[in-house]
C-alpha cells in the first residue's frame, strides 16, 4: 500500500471510530479513588497504608503465584497514604474504537502492618465527580481499619 492510501485508510478508521457513541477511542474501566485512612481506635490517619485494586474476594497478595513478566506491566501499583492519611487510587483507560469497554464494580483493598486488611467495592453509583479530563471520581471518604488483636 502507497502512502496515500495508508493515509486514506487511516483517515476512514478514524471517521468510523469517531462515529462511536461516545466519540472517544478510550474509556475508562476504572475510576480514580481518593479518600483517607485512619485507625478505628484512635480515629488518627494511618501513613503508609497500601491502596489497591484487587480481584473481587480475593483476601492475600499472592493468590496464584508470583506475577510474572507482561503481568507486571498490565497491572497498576497500589497508592499509598501520606502523613495526613489520604490517597489518591488512579484511574484507569483502554484503547477501544469500536466498543466501550466500561465498568460495573471495583474491588479495593486496604492493608496497614498492624490491622486487619479491609476490603470493599465501589460501583458507578459511588461516582461523585469527574476530574478535568473526565475520569470518573470516587470519594471513598474516611475508611477506617481495625487494629489486630494483640
Known amino acids: 500500500m502507497n502512502h496515500s492510501g495508508w493515509v486514506a485508510g487511516f483517515a476512514a478508521m478514524t471517521l468510523l471510530g469517531s462515529g462511536c457513541q461516545s466519540g472517544k477511542v478510550t474509556h475508562y474501566t ?17 501513613a503508609g497504608t497500601r491502596v489497591r485494586r484487587v480481584v473481587p474476594n480475593q483476601v492475600t497478595d499472592n493468590v496464584s503465584g508470583p506475577v510474572h513478566g507482561s503481568q507486571q506491566m498490565v497491572q497498576p501499583g497500589p497508592a499509598w497514604t501520606g502523613a495526613d492519611g489520604r490517597f489518591v487510587l488512579d484511574s484507569q483507560r483502554v484503547f477501544a474504537l469500536f466498543q466501550s469497554p466500561g465498568w460495573l464494580s471495583l474491588s479495593v483493598a486496604y492493608s496497614h502492618s498492624g490491622y486487619a ?6 460501583t458507578d453509583i459511588n461516582v461523585t465527580t469527574n476530574t478535568a479530563g473526565g475520569a470518573p471520581v470516587v470519594n471513598a471518604g474516611d475508611v477506617q481499619l481495625q487494629p489486630l488483636a494483640r
Open 30 to 46: 476504572s475510576p480514580q479513588v481518593t479518600g483517607r485512612v485512619l485507625a478505628a481506635d484512635t480515629h488518627q490517619p494511618l
Open 117 to 122: 486488611t479491609f476490603q470493599t467495592n465501589y
